[in-house]
């Protein structure tokens, strides 16, 4: 199987799922990240993964026009608005929407450090648990 991780900008929440699941999943599946668009990778998500023993530096953020075609089986929209515009996947590409809270957005404006990591911590906590899940977790039951 093979998973696409869909965000707005590919530089939080997909990128730790797509970290996560090559950390918890190896070998079960092929798991990849995109955005609609490139906002590069975001310092705090890499900071908190690499607390949790996930090496981020070799990810890049990139968007869906960058992916090898017809490569996809699932693709997991992890936010509202990707789930909104996802583009147009051909073949029979299988489409799930699981929403987590956006970092950076909940994080607008704070200034203290450790505040805006706790928000960071849990958004990372709650895509592992999703993720460990998999592929269970892509079932409507697990709602």
Excluded at 4 to 17: D, H, I, K, V
Aim: charged share 25%.
């Amino acid at each position: 199987m093979r998973i696409l991780f869909l965000c707005t900008g590919n530089s939080c929440r997909s990128q730790m799922a797509e970290g996560w699941a090559h950390h918890l999943k190896h070998g079960e599946f092929t798991a990849s990240s995109a955005g609609i668009v490139r906002h590069g990778l975001n310092p705090y998500a890499m900071k908190v993964m690499a607390e949790a023993g996930v090496d981020m530096s070799g990810h890049t953020s990139k968007t869906v026009d960058e992916l090898p075609a017809g490569d996809i089986d699932v693709v997991v929209t992890l936010c509202g608005h990707a789930n909104e515009t996802c583009p147009f996947f051909p073949g029979r590409v299988r489409r799930v929407h699981r929403g987590f809270d956006d970092p950076p957005s909940l994080c607008a404006g704070m200034t203290d450090e450790a505040e805006i990591m706790a928000v960071y911590r849990r958004v990372r906590d709650e895509i592992r648990e999703f993720v460990a899940g998999l592929p269970g977790s892509l079932n409507p039951e697990s709602d």
